[in-house]
């Protein structure tokens, strides 16, 4: 081959491969985030004994309002949400409790196979993100609240869903 004809082919290639790595893995990230479903065979919801339902988790994150996918930290060894009469106990760096009285709303977001229970609180910033995996028991998840705990829409969508 000659030279020029040489150049050509390299960068032909070169031109090639570029091309894969800035549309073709872009493209393969997003599929695969899409093609994710939430599970449809949740855990079991557990009594702790002391009137307080234990909801299992994946991971918990704390966050800021309105950056609802950004977590300030997260827990993914040992998370815990605990729904009481009270309120609600959570851990993510270390166990907190909160009444029902000092949450403003509770969201749910879905995102591939995440399936996330937003509680934001009032008087605060710091959000507290729980990755339940399912939509079923997400809706079991929220079934669990009082009537007067704020709902957004996506929120009460899930409790639509057949439990």
Known sequence: MSGPIQKFVVETLLFLAGLLVTVGLPWLVLRRLRSGKPSTTPQPILDDGAGGKVIPLLASFSGLRGLPWIGLASNNLNPRLVITPDGISYRVLDLRACRWADIAQVDVRTLGA??????????????????????????????????????????????????
């Open 114 to 163: 995440t399936v996330n229970i937003g509680f934001v609180f009032r008087d605060s910033p710091i959000t507290f993100d729980a990755n339940v995996g399912s939509i079923i028991l997400a809706a079991q998840t929220l079934a669990l609240l009082p009537t007067d705990v704020v709902l957004t829409r996506r929120a009460r969508s899930v409790l639509t869903v057949e439990i």
